[in-house]
Nanobody, 120 residues
């Protein structure tokens, strides 16, 4: 069993900042990659940012230069620092971890989601 617990999120004015974190626990053998997705009302879930085991990162074009993803391997935790937030960033944000639970078995695991609302 793998559990992901997200924290952070909330209501912020345009131009403001928020920080999200997601801690993984349970039967983790090796984490392959960690990332954040978001889903706005009436839209499909989309990838926001990801970070691999080597520290390499990828960002959606819409958040480049504003969001920063990082990870703490010792704590199995991934973070998302969101700056210069815009109303279009409003969505439920989900963390995702792709991990091996033994030498051959890997799967994707999801957090429960946290609401981010950007509004004046």
């Amino acid at each position: 069993q793998v559990q992901l617990v997200e924290s952070g999120g909330g209501l912020v004015q345009p131009g403001g900042s928020l920080s999200l974190s997601c801690a993984a626990s349970g039967s983790l053998f090796r984490i392959i990659a960690m990332g954040w997705y978001r889903q706005a009302p009436g839209k499909q879930r989309e990838s926001v940012a990801s970070i691999n085991s080597g520290g390499g990162t990828n960002y959606a074009d819409s958040v480049k230069g504003r969001f920063t993803i990082s990870r703490d391997n010792a704590k199995n935790t991934v973070y998302l620092q969101m700056n210069s937030l815009k109303p279009e960033d409003t969505a439920v944000y989900y963390c995702n971890i792709r991990a091996y639970t033994d030498y051959t078995t890997w799967d994707d695991y999801w957090g429960q989601g946290t609401q981010v609302t950007v509004s004046s």
